[in-house]
């Protein structure tokens, strides 16, 4: 069903960057970025394989330099999927290079690995021997390095670490790469004549570009463009709606549906106040209600529609130890936003009407793109939502008076823990599906968002109702 005033357009604010989606997500351009990393891999390899292609014996010791060799090549894939660069973002969205990232590093660990294994399995170096060798010792700490990222990436919650533990750990990388320049610098004497030697620079000097641009221009560029935030509100029983103004009076533009990181600055809240009963009070107020959460980054979705210029709200629920502090912001706090990423937009993932299966807090990448679509117009979308009980229904009067207009939606709220809620109990599952929705509704494209086993589940039961897997978009709510 196709609403009378339908046309699925960005807004002028989104259009410049769906347009640039729109380019970085077309085949060439993709297929161009796989060729490149296919090509550094093969320049990696040929640095040791043209010695066998002259001739040589392809010996374990060959092999061991191979292996070392393809991992600092993953490894520089490693950063660069990492990095948040725009353009990767554009084409291939930060939330799947990131989890690409997550299944990479164990593969080049494990060739890390196989360099000493292999260069040292025809003779184990002897007790004597260990003293002299410094310079694969530094290989071997970062070869430790390298072990402790992966493993405490892996085995993270077995091991019961924090994030912010894990965070730090993996800061460990940049101490390691410095390790491999000086131990490749020392022994790696066939890379340093002919073309290897200019590749190896031009290698080391991207590694050094990479981290400047994560550790100095990001945070230069982003401290420019500060953000101030303007109201803090509740949105239910534990949700709390953050309003953040761009100082500069122009706000990131994003396609509904996409995710930014912000970090809020507490020690800097507010203005700054030059009479000492003005800075009491606010010592005191901060005292009372206590301070907004550390400076720490986490990324949440932009809720807000893009339709103001200088505003982007965001729609954060208390569920850790940082989001629990939400409520305490103050307006005036100071903000870093880093965005927009992620692709998770019905103007990206374009084509006809929409069913939307969201999650508890999960609705807020629904939430920018059904304001879009109320602001805009645009398809017809019917909202599957599973809650808790009403209490726990973010921007209710919002969204059931959308679903009240004549914009097209059409609610079904699903509550688990309400007996005496009328509607619909239980959870989202496939007969509730197939009961609720009509053969028109399960043949739109879905867009799914919830916790990870609803998610999990609920992929299941759509593609047994028929939905293909190809027309199910899902945005987990985790960058790992
Ligand atoms: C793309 C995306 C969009 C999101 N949108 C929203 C939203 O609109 N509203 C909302 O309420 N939540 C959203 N989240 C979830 C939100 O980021 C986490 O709930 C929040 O970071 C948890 O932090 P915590 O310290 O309170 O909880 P914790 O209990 O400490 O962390 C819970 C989990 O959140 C993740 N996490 C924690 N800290 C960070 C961090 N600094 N950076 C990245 N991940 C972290 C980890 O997976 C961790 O296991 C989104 C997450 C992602 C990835």
Redesign the pocket.
């Known amino acids: 069903m196709q609403q009378p005033e339908y046309r699925e357009g960005p807004g002028r604010r989104a259009s410049a960057a769906l347009a640039a989606i729109r380019r970085a997500r077309s085949l060439p351009v993709r297929a161009a970025w796989l060729v490149a990393v296919t090509v550094l891999l093969a320049a990696f390899a040929l640095l040791n394989l043209r010695h066998v292609l002259a001739g040589a014996a392809f010996t374990p010791y060959a092999a061991g330099n191979l292996a070392a060799l393809l991992a600092v090549g993953l490894l520089l894939v490693q950063f660069a999927l990492s990095s948040r660069i725009r353009a990767l973002d554009r084409a291939f969205a930060?939330?799947r290079l990131l989890s690409l990232h997550a299944k990479v590093g164990p593969v080049a660990g494990v060739l890390a690995l196989l360099h000493p294994v292999l260069i040292f399995m025809p003779a184990a170096p002897t007790g004597a021997d260990i003293m002299q060798l410094w310079r694969e010792g530094l290989g071997a700490l970062a070869l430790v390095i390298a072990g402790t990222v992966v493993a405490t990436s892996l085995w993270?919650?077995f091991l019961e670490l924090?994030?912010?533990a894990w965070?730090l750990i993996h800061q460990l990388v940049f101490i390691m790469v410095a390790l491999i320049a000086v131990h490749s610098l020392v022994l790696g004497s066939d890379i340093w004549e002919g073309w290897p030697r200019a590749f190896w620079w031009g290698i080391i000097a991207v590694f050094a570009g990479l981290t400047a641009y994560e550790k100095v221009y990001k945070p230069t560029a982003l401290r420019r463009a500060l953000y101030t935030v303007d109201a803090v509100t509740k949105a239910s029983r534990d949700?709390w709606n953050l309003d953040l103004r761009a100082l500069n009076g122009t706000a990131l533009e994003h396609v509904p549906g996409q995710?930014a990181?912000l970090t809020l600055l507490p020690d800097q809240g507010g203005k700054a106040l030059r009479h000492l009963p003005a800075r009491l009070w606010r010592a005191a107020r901060l005292a009372l209600y206590g301070k907004a959460?550390r400076a720490?980054?986490?990324?949440?979705?932009?809720?807000s529609a893009g339709d103001d210029p200088g505003v982007i709200s965001?729609?954060?629920?208390?569920?850790?130890?940082?989001?629990?502090?939400?409520g305490n912001v103050r307006p005036g706090t100071r903000a870093l936003v880093d965005g927009p990423?992620?692709q998770?937009s019905h103007l990206v993932l374009a084509g006809g009407d929409i069913l939307m299966i969201a999650g508890g807090?999960?609705i807020?990448?629904m939430?920018s793109m059904l304001r879009h679509v109320a602001a805009r117009g645009g398809p017809a979308v019917t909202l599957v939502w599973g809650n808790k009980t009403e209490e726990d229904i973010i921007l209710r009067d919002e969204i059931d008076g959308l679903a009240a207009s004549p914009s097209g939606l059409k609610v079904h709220h699903v509550l688990s823990e309400q007996d005496d809620w009328p509607g619909e109990r239980g959870f989202v599952t496939e007969e509730l599906l197939g009961r609720i929705l009509s053969r028109e509704e399960l043949q739109r494209r879905v867009f799914l968002c919830g916790p990870p086993v609803m998610m999990e589940k609920v992929t299941k039961d759509l593609r047994r109702l028929g939905v293909p897997r190809s027309r199910i978009h899902t945005?987990?709510?985790?960058?790992?």
């Open positions: 930060l939330n993270r919650t924090s994030f912010e965070r949700t995710f990181f959460g720490e980054e986490h990324p949440f979705t932009i809720s965001f729609t954060i629920k208390e569920s850790g130890d940082y989001t629990s502090t939400i990423y992620g998770f807090v999960g807020t990448p939430l945005e987990r709510f985790a960058l790992e």
